[in-house]
């Protein structure tokens, strides 16, 4: 497989813990995997290595602690954080609004506290919605039991443009892009002490083509977080579902000067054989990078 750019990096520290990662400092960040899968929850042995929980990543950035989508893995973050016993102060950023990447809102225990403060982002909805509403959807009847009016957190609803530049404030900058999937969905750059964390699924790239939007948001990435649903070989079977391949992460890494390239958004019909498969020959591609697992931490 060509490559449009060679590079050298360094692997960023991996732990496995059942707790809600924490910074060393006030300048650190470090980056946890609560949910790694795409499209739906897959449990059972044959996926015990890598995960079966979909889409959730916590960021810390100091005491600022960003939420990357609240797919199913969301649940079990919100009760590492309730463990803690302190008030939870945390920002959701939603890449887009379909199931998958949404469902564990209902079930994050913050929620339910008086003394949480969550705020939702996202910036992929059009034609009028809000983050507000699409909540609003994903728990009406009939396919769902009580309304987001039980919640007992203090919840901001914010809306912007995928393009945005956000400053959600405590010295951290976020940059956003649009991407390319069904329905729209936001990539994320979030800057804090001299680190770059990249956060881009679901997205779908063209062969041979790569995305400028995306290159220009990784650019000399310390993380770089990819949609990797697909291999090479799996891709035209499913073009137009809005989803791409570890290979073609695995380039745009390489073309953006990344130093670490995590694979991303696992389908569930890839158990942990083909995973530990997809690991071998991501190795040889690009030796510092990583297939994501729950429970993996990144210290950039």
Not at 182 to 209: F, M
Not at 234 to 251: D, I, K, L, M, V
Request: proline share 5%; glycine share 10%; with cysteine.
């Amino acid at each position: 497989m060509n490559m449009w750019a060679k590079r050298d990096g360094l692997l960023g520290q991996m732990i496995s813990t059942k707790t809600p990662v924490a910074a060393d400092a006030k300048t650190s960040v470090a980056v946890r995997f609560w949910g790694v899968r795409g499209s739906i929850a897959c449990s059972g042995h044959e996926t015990a290595k890598y995960g079966g929980n979909t889409s959730c990543v916590e960021v810390r950035c100091g005491e600022r602690r960003f939420i990357l989508d609240a797919g199913s893995g969301l649940r079990y973050l919100g009760e590492a954080l309730l463990a803690e016993g302190k008030p939870v102060d945390a920002d959701i950023l939603l890449s887009h609004t379909h199931m998958d990447h949404v469902c564990g809102l209902p079930f994050f225990g913050p929620f339910h506290c008086p003394d949480a403060h969550v705020r939702l982002w996202s910036g992929h909805l059009e034609n009028g919605w809000t983050t507000s509403q699409a909540v609003d959807e994903l728990m009406a009847e009939p396919l769902f039991p009580v309304s987001k009016d039980i919640f007992k957190a203090h919840l901001e609803f914010v809306d912007f443009d995928a393009g945005d530049t956000l400053e959600p404030g405590g010295e951290v900058t976020i940059q956003t892009t649009p991407l390319n999937h069904p329905n729209g969905a936001t990539g994320y750059r979030i800057e804090y002490g001299g680190k770059a964390v990249c956060y881009v699924t679901d997205t779908e790239h063209v062969p041979g083509a790569p995305d400028q939007n995306i290159l220009g948001l990784i650019d000399g990435a310390d993380v770089f977080i990819y949609d990797s649903t697909y291999t090479d070989e799996e891709y035209p079977r499913f073009a137009g579902y809005g989803h791409s391949t570890w290979q073609e992460g695995a380039r745009l890494a390489c073309a953006a000067n990344v130093k670490q390239f995590v694979v991303f958004h696992h389908d569930p019909s890839h158990d942990d054989a083909v995973m530990d498969g997809i690991a071998r020959e991501l190795k040889k591609m690009l030796p510092t990078a990583v297939v994501a697992r729950e429970g993996m931490v990144l210290r950039p």
